[in-house]
């Protein structure tokens, strides 16, 4: 590793140097010292200036771990300090001191030393820094700027692909390009003729000047080629996190689920909403819960465009940009220190916002060229960001909060104004808003909140992640909502997505009564004593800490891709093996069923869903993504072996969106070749259920997903609250699959679990049971009430049940015919 040393006349523009440079490697694998400064006066003012011995101290403290340590200088006697250094210092690593400018030569450095860099190739990156300023104001780059080819001699891998991001490659995708190329040799060309660049070089990516819409030529040596190039096209297809929106739109396209299409239908903000009305939305996080409304206070109003700094003024109206940037990038930081887990991810995407070069050097560019003030700046260049990110919808449109919030807090902060927040009260509130920003949905944490209703947001939107987490039913999608009046009574429903306005007594009573979470005392059985193991479904560490105590004998289904939403390139093996031992730790000696990544349809994961589809829910999702990236099943194979062999839960594997016997067959022989020993598989299409009896022959279980199963066989989009009774388990269609699948297993005598919503439901539990379901696994606040369900009823009565609700025609006279003979004991 090559160490950096960036010595400065000034201690805080040595700081403020690092803290941008860290930025673009996100703090990671990368080891600076800044000698600045030359002491304080005795009333603490910094005494600017700069110290050889300071210096020569920097460079021996990094020549313990370093091989090689870089020197930036600023000006002057900066130089003649570290040319003293040399002679001063007792180590005896290689130093170079480079000729660089100071800022971008730290930056260059510090993003190759983070790819692994030599002392030679990190020195060339900080010299030719400048390159991409140059290339921009239209000067001619340096002789030095020509990029270097050099490769060893292997076959090139290639590959082409688009800048999606509306702002090209700039500093912070050249450093994820950087950082995403380590260990293979990969070159970037700008087609059709432009100029290329090794992707270890940020300065050179620079001057690539790639825009919006340019093609790029991947090409790539070396043993990771491949991998390299498809985690760099995953970037490039995700906008590297910044949204891709549509380069060219044909005449006539549509860009489905945007926020702005979305806008268009709402009835206006202001819109009252009577007493008794029902506003639809997508429930994001389940649970019930009813309290007053509190609506989050309005943003900021938009700064006056008319108004012109006098030229005079326009850098001290600037630098105020750049003072507000750092004073809110600390107020998040200080929180982000206090908070844990998602929340603090979070405030840390938005902490490196706030203090983004692009952001706050194009709204100083706006103050300084067209005299704009300090806030107009920042709020049209937050604009611009932002409407790059809605204007294609979906999983970007949903980061657009993170834009505006930190572009309230910069504005706030300038004007020295308070900042929109989240109300303050003792008393429980549903917290309605237009949308949330990911700090203030951070901010919720062990406060009078008892759920969220916003109008925009989707299942991966922040607001749905945290809420989650925080187990605060959420719908978000519900239109309207900001016209709800300030004194209304809501009914928030995260599992069917509805919000009523001022039910009544009755409705609140029940809503109430089911916000009690009956307990659990661990045992699932049956009233004649046959023992039905109930299980929770977790998504992570917290999860099944909740589940645990709740008293859930095991995981019936762990959604591993839920550790992952967030991700724009692939979990290494030690991280996931990381993210399985915190859920597995939580059931030491007890079965955890781990699910394979579920990723697509409604639940994207940028790493492994690059393309954009018609029809996602039935295209390239679950197992068949190892159609295309073998390597991503297998390392998660291998990591899920190590984490069980790590921990002592008895673990069982199984692949989601299985349709056919070979498909399973895969599975399983990956699944043992990677060391683990009980394999499954979910049921979840009506194949999967129709060849049960095949499937059995492959693997040692099989787990129903009730809530796919019924989008499948119905043909019915499960996100659409519009065909919720289509959605319904008690479809009788759904019902007889399910029988078919318990008969096939009787018949193997292998396990048949649920892990759909189904499970939840105690009215259905024992109509699953008797149709041969051996164990059901649910949210761990379902478990008390389905375990009170069970314990009514006996296998006699429970097969009684489920005969009589798969005789019904209708969902309807499903629901009726089985709690006819489970609650009046004879059939209906
Ligand atoms: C299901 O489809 O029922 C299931 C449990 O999987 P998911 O809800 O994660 O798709
Ligand atoms: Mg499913």
């Not at 429980?428 to 949330?436: E, K, S």
């Not at 696994?777 to 314990?791: D, E, K, N």
Request: proline residues 6%.
């Amino acid at each position: 590793m090559i160490g950096i040393v960036a010595v400065s006349h000034s201690a805080r523009l040595g700081e403020a140097a690092l803290e941008l440079a860290l930025q673009m490697v996100q703090g990671g694998g990368v080891r600076v010292q800044v000698a600045a400064g030359a002491g304080t006066e005795p009333d603490g003012t910094p005494i600017l200036g700069t110290d050889a011995v300071a210096v020569a101290a920097a460079i021996d403290d990094l020549a313990a771990d370093c091989d090689g340590v870089l020197v930036l200088m600023d000006l002057g006697s900066a130089v003649l300090s570290a040319e003293l250094a040399l002679e001063l210092r007792m180590s005896d690593v290689p130093v170079r001191l480079a000729p660089a400018p100071f800022v971008e030569g730290l930056l260059a450095a510090v993003v190759s030393a983070a790819a692994g860099g030599t002392l030679d190739a990190v020195g060339a990156e900080a010299a030719a820094a400048l390159g991409a300023k140059t290339g921009q104001l239209g000067a001619e780059p340096a002789a030095a700027d020509v990029d270097p080819v050099s490769h060893d001699g292997t076959e090139a891998h290639s590959r082409r692909v688009l800048v999606r991001n509306p702002l090209g490659i700039h500093a912070r995708p050249a450093a994820l390009i950087a950082e995403a190329s380590a260990g293979a040799e990969v070159r970037l060309r700008r087609l059709p003729d432009g100029p290329e660049a090794s992707a270890a070089s940020l300065s050179r990516l620079l001057v690539l000047g790639a825009r919006q819409g340019d093609e790029i030529e991947l090409s790539a040596h070396g043993a990771d080629a491949d991998a390299a190039l498809d985690r760099l096209a995953a970037l490039f297809d995700d906008g590297f996190g910044e949204g891709t929106a549509a380069v060219e739109v044909p005449v006539g396209a549509v860009v489905e689920g945007s926020v702005a299409d979305a806008a268009d239908d709402v009835p206006a903000a202001s819109a009252p909403i009577p007493s008794g009305a029902v506003l639809r939305g997508r429930g994001v996080s389940p649970g019930r819960a009813v309290a007053p409304v509190r609506h989050l206070a309005p943003a900021l109003p938009e700064p006056d465009p008319t108004e012109v700094i006098p030229t005079a003024e326009r850098a001290a109206e600037a630098s105020a940009i750049e003072w507000a940037s750092v004073a809110v990038a600390d107020q998040l930081r200080s929180r982000t220190v206090q908070a844990t887990g998602e929340t603090r991810a979070i405030l840390d995407a938005s902490r490196l916002l706030a203090s983004d070069p692009e952001l706050v050097s194009e709204a100083t560019a706006l103050v300084r060229s067209k005299g704009r003030s300090a806030a107009r700046a920042v709020w049209e260049t937050a604009g611009a960001h932002e409407r790059g990110l809605t204007a294609l919808g979906g999983r970007m449109a949903e980061r657009a909060a993170d834009i505006r919030d930190v572009r309230d807090r910069i504005i706030a902060e300038i004007l020295q104004v308070d900042l929109p927040g989240l109300p303050e009260s003792d008393e429980p509130f549903v917290l309605v808003a237009t949308d949330l920003a990911p700090a203030d949905t951070a901010a919720l944490e062990g406060g009078a909140c008892v759920a969220l209703v916003t109008e925009q947001g989707g299942p991966t939107s922040h607001t749905a992640i945290i809420a989650r987490s925080l187990g605060l039913p959420a719908v978000v999608g519900a239109i309207g909502a900001s016209g709800i009046d300030d004194a209304a009574m809501l009914l928030v429903d995260g599992d069917r997505g509805t919000v009523e306005v001022d039910p009544p007594e009755s409705r609140i009573a029940e809503a109430r009564a089911d916000a009690v979470v009956v307990p659990f005392d661990g045992v699932g059985e049956l009233a004649d004593g046959h023992r039905v193991p109930l299980l929770a479904n977790v998504g992570g560490a917290a999860d099944a800490e909740t589940a645990a105590a709740a008293g859930a004998e095991g995981v019936g289904l762990f959604r591993t891709e839920f550790c992952f939403l967030d991700r724009v390139d692939a979990p290494t093996v030690d991280e996931q093996v990381a993210a399985y031992r915190g859920v597995l730790a939580a059931f030491a000696g007890r079965k955890v069923v781990v699910r394979t990544l579920d990723a697509g349809s409604d639940k994207p994961l940028p790493f492994a869903n690059s393309d954009a589809e018609d029809n996602p829910a039935l295209g390239v999702r679950g197992l068949r993504i190892a159609r295309r990236s073998p390597q991503l099943l297998d390392d998660q194979l291998r990591a899920l072996a190590l984490a069980a062999a790590a921990e002592s839960a008895q673990v069982e594997v199984m692949a989601p969106m299985v349709a056919t016997v070979e498909e399973a067959g895969d599975f399983a022989a990956r699944a043992h070749a990677a060391g683990i020993d009980r394999v499954g598989i979910m049921i979840e299409t009506p194949s999967a259920a129709l060849l049960a009896a095949e499937l059995f022959e492959i693997v040692d279980f099989v787990s129903l997903g009730t809530n796919d199963l019924a989008q499948y066989t119905l043909a019915a989009d499960r996100l659409l609250s519009e065909l919720g009774d289509l959605n319904d388990p008690w479809q009788p269609a759904v019902l007889r699959l399910i029988g078919m699948v318990g008969e096939a297993g009787r018949a193997a005598r292998k396990p048949v679990g649920v892990c759909g919503e189904a499970g939840g439901d105690p009215a259905l539990a024992p109509v699953l049971v008797g149709l041969g379901v051996t164990t059901v696994s649910m949210t761990s606040r379902s478990l008390g009430r389905v375990a009170a369900a069970l314990r009514t009823a006996s296998m006699e009565e429970c097969v009684a049940a489920a005969r009589a609700a798969c005789g019904a025609a209708t969902a309807h006279e499903a629901r009726d015919a089985a709690s006819a003979v489970l609650l009046d004991g004879h059939p209906a």
